[in-house]
């Protein structure tokens, strides 16, 4: 299995474009989330899904939008990209809330928006 | 999260001696993750508790979660170079949202 997959790894933006990380896991796992880290905040959450169809705010939503078309795929579109989203980027997805084993992280995505 | 606190931020340990961990939460916990993220990477699932008193050990490292269950620590024990990393804790929620503290940088000399 591959677990699950984040491209790109690495990404440069200018101000104001816009584009759309990719999250995808076979795992057949529910729950998927996308979060954000930076230097002394630890990870915070901006967009979560439970299921196919179905999707909430974290901490930090505004500026980016997310869909779940299907259980694997779960992208995270930047709108109109500010230095403020110079970040890591993780994706992470879980069988079920709360289960033991816990959440499955991606390697990340590293985006400098200049 | 502001909800989440580690301390310390960081730590420097020589190699064979111990270091703990502490995560405080101000709200219930429903579960308590600990992860390990070496730099550049993405997180590795440690352990897991739930229950107030419940204790888990793994190899050297053991995570406790105290009674009223707001507090949890992680103790490695005769540290080595491989345990080197950022340890993260984080709450599970009582809406099954997931969130982390600001995570504790630990360096092991030789």
């Known amino acids: 299995n591959a677990g699950v997959t984040q491209t790109p790894k690495f990404q440069v933006l200018k101000t104001g474009q816009s584009m759309t990380l990719q999250c995808a896991q076979d795992m057949n796992h529910e729950y998927m989330s996308w979060y954000r880290q930076d230097p002394g905040m630890g990870l915070r959450l901006i967009h979560y899904s439970v299921g196919a169809g179905i999707t909430d705010q974290g901490e930090v939503p505004n500026g980016y939008n997310v869909s779940r078309s299907t259980t694997e795929d779960f992208p995270l579109r930047l709108l109109s990209a500010a230095p403020s989203q110079t970040s890591v980027y993780f994706c992470?997805?879980?069988?079920?809330?709360?289960?033991?084993?816990?959440?499955?992280f991606g390697s990340g995505t590293r985006l400098t928006v200049v | 999260s502001q909800e989440l606190e580690q301390s310390p931020q960081s730590l420097i340990v020589q190699e064979g001696k111990n270091l703990t961990i502490n995560c405080t939460s101000s709200k219930t916990l429903y579960g308590l993750y600990w992860y390990k993220q070496k730099y550049g990477e993405g997180l590795i699932f440690l352990m897991m508790?739930?229950?107030?008193?419940e204790e888990k050990s793994h190899e050297k490292i053991t995570a406790k979660l105290d009674e009223k269950k707001q507090q949890s620590s992680l103790h490695i024990t005769a540290s080595q170079p491989s345990h080197a990393g950022i340890y993260l804790c984080g709450a599970l929620r009582v809406d099954y949202k997931l969130s982390f503290g600001a995570g504790t940088t630990v360096t092991v000399r030789a």
């Open positions: 508790l739930q229950k107030g008193g």
């Open positions: 992470a997805s879980s069988f079920q809330t709360g289960i033991e084993g816990g959440y499955t």
